[in-house]
Nanobody, 119 residues
Framework: QVQLVESGGGLVQAGGSLRLSCAAS????????MGWFRQAPGKEREFVVG????????SYADSVKGRFTVSRDNAKNTVYLQMNSLKPEDTAVYYC????????????WGQGTQVTVSS
């Protein structure tokens, strides 16, 4: 069983930055590809970014390319999402996800952290 705990969300003005963290309670984080998804009010949950098991490969949604950066520290069992140049449309609950299958999938979810960007 994998438990994921996100932190770092909050309220920020447009153009600002936030860094989300996802702490995973697993023996070996490198067994899992990781990702971030988000869900805005009234919308379906959507893929934001994925990172491969070793961190050597990443995939971003077009809406966040050039602004968001994902990274992972397998020794610390933690995944990060650096969000720069935030826009009001980035407002959502952000979820950390883990999968052993890779790709834009999720087998395990965190509880989510709220990100609110004011205009």
């Amino acid at each position: 069983q994998v438990q994921l705990v996100e932190s770092g969300g909050g309220l920020v003005q447009a153009g600002g930055s936030l860094r989300l963290s996802c702490a995973a309670s697993v023996r070996t984080l490198s067994n899992y590809a990781m990702g971030w998804f988000r869900q805005a009010p009234g919308k379906e949950r959507e893929f934001v970014v994925g990172i491969s098991w070793s961190g050597g490969s990443t995939s971003y949604a077009d809406s966040v390319k050039g602004r968001f950066t994902v990274s992972r520290d397998n020794a610390k069992n933690t995944v990060y999402l650096q969000m720069n140049s935030l826009k009001p449309e980035d407002t959502a609950v952000y979820y950390c996800a883990a999968t052993i299958r890779g790709g834009r999938r999720a087998d395990y979810w965190g509880q989510g952290t709220q990100v609110t960007v004011s205009s």
